[in-house]
T-cell receptor, first 115, second 112 residues
Framework: DAGVTQTPRHEVAEKGQTIILKCEPV?????LFWYRQTKIQGLELLSY????????DGGAFKDRFKAEMLNSSFSTLKIQPTEPKDSAVYLCASSLGGLNYAEQFFGPGTRLTVL | GDSVTQTEGPVTLSEGTSLTVNCSYETKQYPTLFWYVQYPGEGPQLLFK?????EKGSNRGFEATYNKEATSFHLQKASVQESDSAVYYCALKDTGNYKYVFGAGTRLKVIA
């Protein structure tokens, strides 16, 4: 079975650019999550979708981060405009949802460097 | 709100020695507890999960017991190998809540 796919694996952007990260969840999963991972802050939840509906839009990340789920098998995370402090690994995860004990399946992540 | 606290890393061990990574949690609900492992260049992957109190989970020689009274879920392995070098995350998910709450992660380095 295919796991979670993320592209690109690496992205380098100049400050002020717009970047779009892509994610394909595990087929049949209802829940999709976007996280930012840094050594200092660990895993921070950016967005959460249930059955393609946005349930959480990330609070402090709202102003420049926008996640969308156009269909059940594809999601994007747009960062506009990028800032150097956005340099991090962005992880996408999916789960069956609706079950307390359902685990998350993570993609390999996109490493973003903003110059 | 819910929280997870785990052993601060990095932890450096010699091959063949035993490992304990402490994990304590706070919640008012009845969570499922998870241990994830993350290798360099990869996303976290599930090591094992335990949905019920007083039960044990295990995988690849790692184990942890869901201790509801002590609100703990400590990860143990009797004899670590170099290939166990990774970051380990303790996490919980509450009943009726979509959020997964992760600890800060514990980086383990095993030297030959």
């Amino acid at each position: 079975d295919a796991g979670v796919t993320q592209t690109p694996r690496h992205e380098v952007a100049e400050k002020g650019q717009t970047i779009i990260l892509k994610c394909e969840p595990v087929s049949g999963h209802n829940d999709l999550f976007w996280y930012r991972q840094t050594k200092i802050q660990g895993l921070e939840l950016l967005s959460y979708f249930r059955s393609k509906s946005l349930m959480e839009d990330g609070g402090a990340f709202k102003d420049r981060f926008k996640a969308e789920m156009l269909n059940s098998s594809f999601s994007t995370l747009k960062i506009q405009p990028t800032e150097p402090k956005d340099s991090a690994v962005y992880l996408c995860a999916s789960s069956l949802g609706g079950l307390n004990y359902a685990e998350q399946f993570f993609g390999p992540g996109t490493r973003l460097t903003v110059l | 709100g819910d929280s997870v606290t785990q052993t601060e890393g990095p932890v450096t061990l010699s091959e063949g020695t035993s490992l304990t990574v402490n994990c304590s949690y706070e919640t008012k609900q009845y969570p499922t507890l998870f241990w994830y492992v993350q290798y360099p260049g990869e996303g976290p992957q599930l090591l094992f999960k335990v949905p019920k109190a007083n039960e044990k989970g295990s995988n690849r020689g790692f184990e942890a017991t869901y201790n509801k009274e002590a609100t703990s879920f400590h990860l143990q392995k009797a004899s670590v190998q170099e290939s166990d070098s990774a970051v380990y995350y303790c996490a919980l998910k509450d009943t009726g809540n979509y959020k997964y709450v992760f600890g800060a992660g514990t980086r383990l380095k095993v030297i030959a």
